[in-house]
């Protein structure tokens, strides 16, 4: 659903073909002006993630283009502490406000018409409560998950921000139903937003799949240039599914795992933690004891 279109630097810029069908859409609803000034307010906020991503030693791997605006991603975002990634997810924001905040100011002082301030003020401030809204990507989003990391398990957090996109999504198309049944005409920007944000929540699973693999992948290679480790062990029910034991994987300590028989606590075998996260890689709901017998 996407294309590179071109490159800057060592950034990919991608274009999501939806983006093409919504500008066609803006162009003939005639609303040209009101999407350039959205499109410069985007730049701007998206600059501002850049920048501040730069500052904090983290250049851009990739910008895509989407009928919601354009998505900044960094390389190996997940590593970077929470203080610095709160500050970059939170430039794009402050840019859109301190936009809003001119265009009154500028507008009151004489420099812009009351036309064009009041579009470049609408634009921006309809960007602002559309990025904030807790649903991933969107800044608003990845804060919210940021600081759920910070508290509770990861799987835990992809669930609840899957739900919420979901919900959002629905929202936004049920309301776009509700207004042209009431009003006449439907929206379609509103649609749009619903359909993109109810996308985005399914594919926060995988996302979040990628960043448990780059934890473990992390984990191994600390463990690894030590050149030595103690070995941790853990007891657990055969009928555990395997997700939740390589989540028990100690962090500083080889693991290994005694599989126990439910009821009888007998012990089953001796699973290593290479084993565990091998066939925990190959079907992520296979149970302890179903990996012994592998």
């Not at 990634?85 to 936009?99: C, E, K």
Request: aromatic residues 6%; glycine residues 10%; positive net charge.
């Amino acid at each position: 659903m996407r294309r590179r279109i071109l490159a800057l630097g060592g950034c990919d810029v991608y274009l999501h073909l939806g983006t093409l069908l919504f500008a066609g859409y803006v162009l003939l609803a005639g609303t040209w002006a009101a999407a350039l000034a959205g499109f410069v307010s985007i730049a701007l906020h998206e600059a501002a993630h850049g920048l501040a991503a730069l500052l904090c030693g983290q250049p851009p791997q990739e910008i895509e283009l989407t009928p919601m605006g354009a998505l900044l991603r960094l390389e190996d975002e997940q590593r970077l502490p929470p203080l610095r990634r709160a500050l970059i997810l939170a430039a794009g924001p402050a840019m859109t406000l301190l936009l809003c905040i001119l265009s009154l100011r500028l507008t009151a002082a004489g420099w812009l018409t009351a036309s064009i301030g009041r579009v470049l003020f609408l634009s921006n401030a309809a960007i602002l409560m559309m990025n904030l809204l807790p649903a991933l990507p969107l800044d608003g989003g990845r804060l919210l998950a940021l600081a759920l990391g910070m508290l509770l398990r990861g799987e835990t957090v992809a669930r609840i921000m899957r739900t919420a996109g979901t919900v959002l999504g629905l929202s936004a198309v049920g309301g776009s139903v509700w207004l042209a049944w009431q009003y006449g005409g439907f929206n379609w920007s509103l649609a749009v937003a619903g359909c993109f944000l109810m996308y985005s929540a399914a594919m926060a699973t995988t996302t979040q799949v990628m960043a448990e693999l780059q934890r473990l992948m992390d984990r191994k290679s600390a463990l690894e240039g030590r050149g030595y480790a103690p070995v941790h062990r853990l007891a657990v029910i055969a009928d555990v599914p395997l997700h939740r034991a390589v989540r028990l994987l100690h962090p500083r300590q080889l693991t290994e795992f005694a599989v126990m028989e439910r009821g009888t606590m007998r012990v089953l075998g001796m699973l290593t933690e290479a084993e565990a996260v091998s066939a925990w890689l190959d079907a992520s709901q296979t149970l302890c004891g179903e990996a012994l017998r592998r």
